[in-house]
């Protein structure tokens, strides 16, 4: 497993589909895009502008209840890619031992994001469908624009969709 760094949430262009992008904490750095939902793309760009809303979101609600039953989310991890969809399991730690739960990515993440667990991806899954960013500069800087410019095209998003977009 290799340890991951959310990145942010984008839109593809022209699609306007959004992406969670992970890139690896060491080593090659490759980047991780994963197609995500809208409302899920959501939850993780508010969790990371550290937005509070007036009742707690759905990923907010299951934050309280895992901390009320006093059960701890450990990891999470993009475990596979298959037919074009990803696959991840929540790690969590209760009083009788330790639990996997299949996850969506998203959710997996928008929780992740929110508690500050660390987030994994298997090494085939990077194998498959990571690909190496061109010229990293880790100047600060460089990454507050890149964040900023992340969360513009978010709020474009957020200002031009209707419920319909997703009626299928």
Do not use: C, W
Not at 4 to 32: C, F, K, Q, W, Y
Not at 70 to 99: C, K, N, P, Q
Not at 104 to 132: C, M
Not at 145 to 167: C, G, H, L
């Amino acid at each position: 497993m290799v340890e991951m760094d959310l990145v942010g949430v984008r839109v593809e262009l022209p699609s306007n589909t959004p992406i969670a992008l992970l890139r690896e904490r060491t080593g090659a750095r490759r980047v991780l895009p994963i197609f995500i939902g809208g409302p899920e793309a959501t939850a993780i760009a508010f969790a990371l502008e550290e937005v509070v809303t007036p009742r707690p979101m759905t990923h907010d609600l299951m934050r309280n209840l895992l901390d009320d039953l006093g059960v701890s989310i450990e990891s999470v991890t993009v475990t596979e890619l298959r037919d074009r969809t990803f696959y991840a399991e929540i790690e969590l730690h209760a009083a009788d031992g330790v639990h996997r739960v299949s996850s969506r990515p998203s959710d997996a993440i928008a929780l992740a994001v929110r508690i500050g667990t660390p987030i994994y991806a298997a090494e085939e899954v990077l194998d498959e469908a990571a690909f190496q960013a061109e010229d990293e500069d880790d100047d600060e800087a460089v990454e507050e624009e890149e964040a900023e410019e992340v969360v513009e095209q978010f709020k474009e998003f957020i200002d031009n969709v209707s419920p319909e977009d997703f009626a299928s």
